[in-house]
Structures are given as C-alpha cells and as structure tokens.
C-alpha cells in the first residue's frame, strides 16, 4: 500500500508554546488529507479534512485558530497546535488519500505531551 | 461524529481461537472498512467491504456486512499472539463530503499464547 509519513513520532513541549505536526505522503498524490485525535483507549475522532489548495473543512467542537491546518501541495498538509496546553496532549493521526481512491493510508501518529 | 459502536469493547482468547468482532453503524455507508492499531502506533487497513457485498475474505479475516442490520463482524480465524492490538470499524458514510472515515469504538483483542 502507499506510504503516509508523520513527523514528529512524539514530541514534548511546554504550555503555551505551539506545535507543528506534518504529514507527507510518500508515492501517491494525496488530494485529501484527514486529521485525528485519539486519546488513551478511545477511537479516533476526526478533526478536519483538508483539500490541498483549499481551507480546511473542521467537524463541530473542533477549534478552527486552535489546530490549525495547512495543505500546502498534494503531499504535505501540516497541523499546528497553537498556545499548547495540557488537555491537548493526544495521539494525533493523519491519513491521506487521492482523489477517487477508497482507501486511505494513515501515518504512524504524533504523541503529543504538553507539560 | 462517532458512526457506530463496536462490540465487544475487550476480548481475551487463547491462540488458536477464532476471534468475532461485530460493528454496527447508524446511517448509509458507501464502504465499511477494518482497520488494526498495535498500541500508540497508526492504523493498518485490513479489508474493505462495499455496500453492495455481503461477505469478504482476506487470508484469515472474513468480514460480514448486513446493510439491512447496519452492521458488519470481523472474523479473525485461528487467531496468533500477533494479533493482538485493537481493531476498528470505519465508514464512509454515503451522503459525506471528500470520503472522511467515521470509526467505532474498537475492540480490543489479547490473544494469550
């Protein structure tokens, strides 16, 4: 299957600081791009979905200056949590998809630890 | 915008077993797709149903989808401590926008060896 890469693995950062999250796909052009948060021993939630060249599409409850999300070019959308706090600290996942394909390939996710 | 509810929430069985997962799902999908997650880790597609199959195989996956019922069951066939890690539903719901997956909850699956 394709691949869809997530940087940083982990990261640690301070409160009040803010944290940028890529995510790049590999060998395929990724027209689309969706943005989860999974906390410990729950289902993912989805966030937003992006389409490369436009602004990002949030779901309800998702604080759009919060997580803000950039996709830049069709292989690489980046999620940026803005003044970081600790009830942000999640595992976040991307997966990314072209366009008319059913299947999505997901990164390996972003430990985020706000301390 | 969670789709559906999964069941069991946890499983244990020794290698060896078959391990049945059962998904169910609250409005009309275009697919529904089983994915693994080994712990902290991204999701692994296993298989994708389309709404107008009934069953799928894939080695020792079988997936069921009963449209009528809005569920779906995961069958893991003579199951390996490997297997172990949670397992998630995902739809495609038929009237959403850019194809967006909606997960269940998952189920956790420990197969003792």
């Known amino acids: 299957g394709a691949v869809v890469s997530q940087h940083p693995s982990w990261v640690i950062c301070k409160s009040g600081t803010s944290v940028k999250i890529e995510c790049r796909s590999l060998d395929f052009q990724a027209t689309t791009m969706f943005w989860y948060r999974q906390f410990p021993k729950q289902s993912l939630m989805l966030m937003a979905t992006?389409?490369?060249?436009?602004?990002?599409?949030?779901e309800q409850g998702v604080e759009k200056d919060k997580f803000l999300i950039n996709h830049a070019s069709l292989t690489l959308s980046t999620l940026t949590v803005t003044s970081a706090h600790p009830e942000d600290s999640s595992f976040y996942i991307c997966?990314?998809?072209?366009?008319?394909?059913?299947?999505?390939?997901f990164g390996q996710g972003t430990r985020l630890t706000v301390v | 915008s969670q789709q559906g509810e999964e069941d069991p929430q946890a499983l244990s069985i020794q290698e060896g077993e078959n391990a049945t997962m059962n998904c169910s799902y609250k409005t009309s999908i275009n697919n529904l797709q089983w994915y693994r997650q080994n712990s902290g880790r991204g999701l692994v597609h296993l298989i994708l149903?389309?709404?107008?199959?009934r069953e799928k195989h894939s080695g020792r996956l079988r997936v069921t989808l009963d449209t009528s019922k809005k569920s779906s069951s995961l069958l893991i066939t003579a199951s390996r401590a490997a297997d172990t890690a949670s397992y998630f539903c995902a739809t495609v719901p038929i009237y959403n926008q850019g194809g967006k997956l909606i997960f269940g909850q998952g189920t956790e699956l420990s197969v003792k060896p």
């Open positions: 992006s389409n490369e060249g436009s602004k990002a599409t949030y």
């Open positions: 997966s990314a998809r072209d366009l008319g394909d059913t299947e999505a390939f």
């Open positions: 149903i389309r709404s107008n199959e």
